[in-house]
């Protein structure tokens, strides 16, 4: 019989992992609520463990028994994220030999005396082991839990600022689990007797840090720079276009061509071609990648050229394929940049989504639109944990070419902590 422990945010998550793992014929044997520990279990939530098991068949002679894992190998102690748990003390001594659960009672050789004692624990019933188990589990996890209390706690006014933090990033729609990280790192840092500025001076420097330092499209003495612009329909991609084109044509003086690809949208190459007259430069329109290298060769002289490309529904894979060919076969000698662009007012999980969908088209830096369309921007924070990729420009308005500008980290982490 196999025995696995499994853990969730919610009991039906918990089950379900089981059955993934085991299969749907596992029994589910037990189901136990584990509480938070530590100083700031207050407002960190619980999670369900459940143990499920499943019965091994035996071979006669077509095959071998599997060997069961070790429990170590077997017990999940995690939730969502890797737990990395210090390395225990000398003191604390575990066994090398692993327990392993038992069947059918086993018949014992006459051995000698010293023997007897390994062979009654072998003949232990399935719920003595599992409870054994439990336990060992619970004292480990409880001696390290002590071991991480600070031997002066912080006092209440220290953790009531703390929460006060952690529910004001909720607030601004960070995500729980990376709101979770930061207390975390919080919780490791800060002594007892900082004063309430060093402990929002360590949520704003960690915030930043996780930002990173967000990335312009930068040229070179290589002409010219293909950068493509991606992203799903009425996020305000040609917009952007035209908003980050008026810069370099108007402000850095560059020379520069536009392409548009999105010939789904008639709207789309007639507004660009409006932007394309104003700033007195050329467009092309291009219905294949061939097309696309075609034109590349005919603004070989330009700096850079911005592509417009068509956005398209996560289901209509005959679009995506053609976004993704359209990127891939640039020749290998051009220099390309690739954004994704992503409205802060669309919902966390279809951002997710979105970036996923993306992410197999080509490696992407990330563009925000619609600023000003929403009051929170923890989404800016949680895509950018999410993807582990660099952010970029946000626009914050419609004008052109005015509304854009490259995101400003310490600006957005002061918002995000309840600043202006």
Same mark, same amino acid.
């Given at each position: 019989? #196999? ?14 992992? !089981? ?10 044997? $037990?189901?136990?609520?584990? *509480?938070? *520990?530590?100083?700031? /279990?207050?407002?960190? +939530? ?19 028994? +599997? ?20 390395? @225990? ?8 030999? @692993?327990? =392993? ?7 014992? @050789? ?21 409870? +054994? ?41 960070? $995500?729980?689990?990376? !709101? $979770? ?9 800060? =002594? ?32 010219? *720079? ?19 084109? +008026? ?5 850095? &003086?560059?020379? #520069? ?18 932007? !394309? ?6 467009? %092309? ?9 075609? !034109? ?17 529904? &996560?289901?209509?894979?005959?679009? =995506? ?5 359209? #990127? ?18 669309? /919902? ?16 992407? %830096? ?41 995101l400003d980290t310490q600006k957005i982490v002061k918002q995000l902590l309840g600043g202006n």
């Amino acid at each position: 019989m #196999i025995i696995n422990k499994f853990q969730g945010k919610t009991e039906e998550e918990a089950k379900k992992k !089981a059955k993934e793992k085991l299969g749907e014929n596992c029994v589910v044997m $037990n189901v136990r609520v584990i *509480k938070p *520990k530590g100083m700031f /279990k207050g407002f960190k +939530s619980s999670t369900y463990e459940v143990t499920a098991a499943l019965e091994e068949k035996e071979d006669y002679g077509y095959g071998s028994i +599997s060997k069961p894992k070790k429990i170590s190998d077997s017990i999940n102690l995690t939730a969502d994220e890797d737990i990395v748990i210090p390395p @225990p003390e000398k003191e604390f001594v575990i066994p090398k030999t @692993p327990i =392993r659960p038992v069947t059918r009672k086993q018949e014992i @050789p006459q051995e000698p005396a010293a023997n007897l004692k390994k062979a009654n624990i072998i003949e232990q019933n399935e719920d003595e082991v599992l409870q +054994s188990i439990e336990k060992r589990l619970d004292n480990l996890t409880n001696l390290l839990d002590e071991k991480n209390i600070p031997v002066n706690p912080l006092s209440q006014e220290e953790l009531n600022y703390i929460r006060l933090i952690y529910s004001t990033l909720l607030d601004n729609e960070v $995500n729980e689990k990376y !709101a $979770n990280q930061v207390v975390e790192e919080i919780e490791k840092t800060i =002594r007892p007797g900082n004063n309430l500025d060093m402990i929002l001076s360590n949520f704003y420097q960690k915030l930043v840090l996780r930002f990173g330092r967000p990335q312009a499209i930068s040229l070179n003495e290589h002409k010219p *720079k293909v950068v493509f612009f991606i992203g799903p329909t009425g996020v305000g991609k040609t917009t952007t276009i035209a908003k980050i084109s +008026s810069k370099f044509k108007l402000d850095a &003086h560059k020379d #520069i061509a536009l392409v548009t690809a999105d010939t789904y949208r008639i709207a789309a190459t007639e507004q660009l071609n409006v932007y !394309a007259e104003i700033l007195e430069v050329p467009l %092309k329109v291009v219905y294949s990648s061939e097309e696309l290298n075609e !034109a590349i060769a005919e603004f070989a002289d330009k700096d850079v050229i911005f592509v417009d490309t068509a956005g398209f529904s &996560h289901k209509n894979e005959e679009q =995506r394929n053609s976004v993704k060919k359209l #990127i891939a076969e640039i020749p290998a000698e051009i220099e390309k940049e690739v954004f994704l662009v992503l409205s802060a007012t669309t /919902k966390y999980k279809d951002l997710c989504n979105i970036a996923d969908i993306y992410k197999d088209i080509a490696n992407y %830096k990330l563009i925000f639109t619609k600023l000003d369309e929403t009051d929170t921007y923890g989404n800016l924070l949680n895509i950018r944990l999410y993807t582990k990729t660099e952010l970029s420009y946000i626009t914050t308005g419609q004008n052109v070419p005015n509304d854009i500008e490259l995101l400003d980290t310490q600006k957005i982490v002061k918002q995000l902590l309840g600043g202006n």
